[in-house]
């Protein structure tokens, strides 16, 4: 990790535990990061705005209410990794694999995951609008009460995914290019939307 980032998020994290309203919040522009590994830190309210990040590692951090848009993880591991209440909005996971991170009323307008593995997350009460899937496993995701709205699935796996109290919202039958679900059948079309709503149980009921 380079020094300059190193005194950034040591800044950060005197100030976010000194409880004061100013300081040196950790916001970094447009920036681009390879091979970096972090680990075991709470960096709470950081902007990681329009960033690149390659072929680095993230362990058992909490990036909770923060704001991640724009930025892209390429060939990068994610693990167990709080994402609660962060705008995630046009990021993009792109040949990364993210496990037991938790995206729990993450905003998710616009992002993409392309050949991405995917398990073990949470992405109950997640936002998700005009997001793309392509070439993704999703294992063991717990969609409840996320909303789903226009999103476009190509070449995505499905095994194991909780879709309690799922919102599908204007979901475009152009868009669902193809949706495998865990006994190897492909679905296209209306015919995986149709699939998609019947694994949705009504919290209601």
């Given at each position: ?7 950034k998020i040591t800044n ?9 309203e ?21 960096l ?30 390429n ?8 994402f ?17 991170c938790?995206?729990?009323?993450a ?42 709205e226009?999103?476009s699935?190509?070449q995505v ?7 309690n109290?799922?919102?599908?919202v ?36």
């Amino acid at each position: 990790m380079s020094g300059n980032l190193n005194t950034k998020i040591t800044n950060h994290l005197d100030w976010h535990k000194s409880n004061s309203e100013y300081g040196t919040q950790l916001v970094l522009r447009e920036e681009k990061y390879k091979e970096i590994e972090l680990a075991n830190l709470e960096l709470m309210d950081v902007g990681i705005l329009g960033c690149i990040i390659e072929k680095s590692n993230f362990s058992k951090i909490d990036f909770s209410y923060s704001n991640f848009s724009f930025t892209q993880f390429n060939h990068s591991k994610l693990f167990m990794i709080d994402f609660i209440k962060t705008e995630l909005n046009h990021s993009k996971f792109e040949n990364t694999v993210a496990e037991k991170c938790n995206f729990f009323r993450a905003n998710l307008m616009n992002s993409s995951f392309l050949n991405s593995s995917v398990y073990e997350c949470n992405f109950s009460n997640a936002y998700f609008l005009n997001s793309q899937f392509e070439n993704c496993t999703l294992d063991g995701i717990d969609f409840s009460n996320t909303t789903l709205e226009n999103i476009s699935l190509n070449q995505v796996l499905f095994n194991n995914c909780i879709f309690n109290g799922t919102k599908l919202v204007n979901l475009n039958v152009e868009n669902i290019k193809g949706i495998t679900i865990s006994n190897n059948n492909t679905l296209v079309g209306k015919d995986a939307i149709n699939w998609l709503e019947t694994q949705i149980i009504n919290c209601n009921i």
